[in-house]
């Protein structure tokens, strides 16, 4: 049961244009969502993150988008650069019920063309 | 300084075999996680510790057995090992339930496991 889908395995994008990644999840009580960025045989960095009472949060390029009805979060990067050429997870967590818990998607592998 | 590091990184070994893989995080977190991640690429919590506290415990085999002698050590055993327990295993740490940003996770770099 994958509460947490990336469903785009991989995106190209220009270096200099805006880079767009989705995330969808299943659970209503998934209420923190976190970005984290993983570059090979490293383990995964923490992005950006957002709670569920909010809608944006902007964090320099990076901005993530919430939108709770569609049960749907969306990272942007503006502009992309090089080296942002990595693997993004998405993740979630029920703080009230799972506490600190998260969910992972399947990620999205970003490249970024120079 | 290493946050989160774990050994070994790589590790090859037979079917049956028992192996350890550890972990120690010097941020003065009060909680620890394994996680895992398979073939499929997804990362699945396995096991979260708070000040030596077993306060997550998923749907493992009882083969792997989570150690933690302090806070700052978090280690996982795993015993008769299958090929299927091939993986990366990583190791996190965060600070509690009890801080705001309590799920930003700090991660290692992760423990390849081959089983052949």
């Known amino acids: 049961d994958q509460q947490v889908k990336q469903n785009s395995p991989s995106l190209s994008v220009q270096e200099g244009r805006i880079s767009i990644l989705n995330c969808d999840y299943t659970?209503?009580?998934?209420?923190?969502f976190l970005w984290y960025k993983k570059y090979p045989a490293e383990g995964p960095t923490f992005l950006i993150s957002?709670?569920?009472?909010?809608d944006k949060n902007e964090d320099g390029r990076f901005t993530v988008f919430l939108n709770k009805s569609a049960k749907h979060l969306s990272l942007h990067i503006v502009p992309s650069q090089p080296g942002d050429s990595a693997v993004y997870f998405c993740?979630?967590?029920?703080?009230?019920?799972?506490?600190?818990?998260?969910?992972f998607g399947t990620g999205t592998r970003l490249a970024v063309r120079p | 300084d290493t946050a989160v590091s774990q050994t070994p990184k790589y590790l090859v070994t037979q079917m049956g075999n028992d192996k350890s893989i550890k972990c120690e995080q010097n941020l003065g977190h009060d909680t620890m996680y394994w996680y895992k991640q398979d073939s499929k690429k997804f990362l699945k919590i396995m096991f979260s510790?708070?000040?030596?506290?077993?306060?997550i415990n998923e749907t493992v085999p009882n083969r792997f057995s989570p150690k933690s002698p302090d806070k700052a050590h978090l280690n996982l055993h795993i015993n008769s090992l299958e090929l299927g327990d091939s993986a990366v295993y990583f190791c996190?740490?965060?600070?509690?339930?009890?801080?705001?940003?309590?799920?930003?996770?700090?991660f290692g770099a992760g423990s390849r496991l081959t089983v052949l």
């Open positions: 996190a740490s965060s600070p509690g339930s009890s801080y705001s940003g309590a799920n930003v996770l700090t």
């Open positions: 510790y708070n000040n030596k506290e077993l306060i």
């Open positions: 659970n209503s009580m998934f209420d923190y």
């Open positions: 993740a979630a967590s029920a703080r009230k019920s799972s506490g600190d818990k998260l969910t």
């Open positions: 957002i709670s569920s009472i909010k």
